[in-house]
């Protein structure tokens, strides 16, 4: 399965539901009009899986959970895993061309293109859901934990609910 960039969260909030993208913002810095390029803040995403599981810590709403909570939480997990690249000369995962959390550094000076390398907050989400989405199926009950696997059509080979040792 495949996913892209459409499967992540608008960054823009508009109050007539009616989203525009201008393409130019002012920098509230410099008083200069710049490009917009916030459309690769896709850090939002994990805002929201963070959100999901403290609101399950605090509250204990597993129901919640259960309805919608792991569905998205692992959706989220999913994409991160989807947009990392491993890097072999440095024996690691990336994620490279996105914008974080400061949408006025969103392009290296003289870069053909916008994005930044291994933004650090972008970075440290990504690989707290990842390490966190074992544990959030693990909250459910096993035919719950069933049902969103089989909802997100998880490859057999890939059990959460075993007890698989994660590196995180």
């Given at each position: 399965?495949?996913?892209?960039?459409?499967?992540?969260?608008?960054?823009?909030?508009?109050?007539?539901?009616?989203?525009?993208?201008?393409?130019?913002?002012?920098?509230?810095?410099?008083?200069?009009?710049?490009?917009?390029?916030?459309?690769?803040?896709?850090?939002?995403?994990?805002?929201?899986?963070?959100?999901?599981?403290?609101?399950?810590?605090?509250?204990?709403?597993?129901?919640?959970?259960?309805?919608?909570?792991?569905?998205?939480?692992?959706?989220?997990?999913?994409?991160?895993?989807?947009?990392?690249?491993?890097?072999?000369?440095?024996?690691?995962?990336e994620?490279?061309?996105?914008?974080?959390?400061?949408?006025?550094?969103?392009?290296?000076?003289?870069?053909?293109?916008?994005?930044?390398?291994?933004?650090?907050?972008?970075?440290?989400l990504?690989?707290?859901?990842?390490c966190?989405?074992?544990?959030?199926?693990?909250?459910?009950?096993?035919?719950?934990?069933?049902?969103?696997?089989?909802?997100?059509?998880?490859?057999?080979?890939?059990?959460?609910?075993s007890?698989?040792?994660s590196?995180?």
């Amino acid at each position: 399965m495949e996913y892209s960039a459409v499967k992540t969260f608008p960054v823009p909030v508009c109050l007539d539901n009616n989203q525009q993208v201008i393409g130019t913002q002012l920098n509230l810095v410099n008083g200069h009009w710049m490009e917009d390029h916030t459309c690769l803040q896709r850090h939002v995403g994990g805002i929201i899986a963070y959100n999901i599981y403290y609101y399950v810590q605090v509250t204990g709403d597993i129901q919640f959970l259960a309805d919608f909570g792991a569905e998205l939480f692992l959706e989220i997990a999913r994409f991160w895993a989807s947009i990392a690249e491993y890097n072999a000369e440095l024996d690691r995962y990336e994620i490279n061309g996105v914008v974080g959390p400061d949408e006025y550094h969103t392009q290296y000076p003289d870069a053909p293109t916008p994005g930044l390398r291994n933004n650090t907050y972008t970075n440290i989400l990504a690989v707290w859901t990842l390490c966190k989405a074992h544990e959030i199926l693990k909250k459910l009950s096993p035919e719950q934990q069933q049902q969103v696997q089989d909802k997100l059509e998880l490859p057999s080979e890939v059990s959460l609910s075993s007890g698989d040792k994660s590196t995180c």
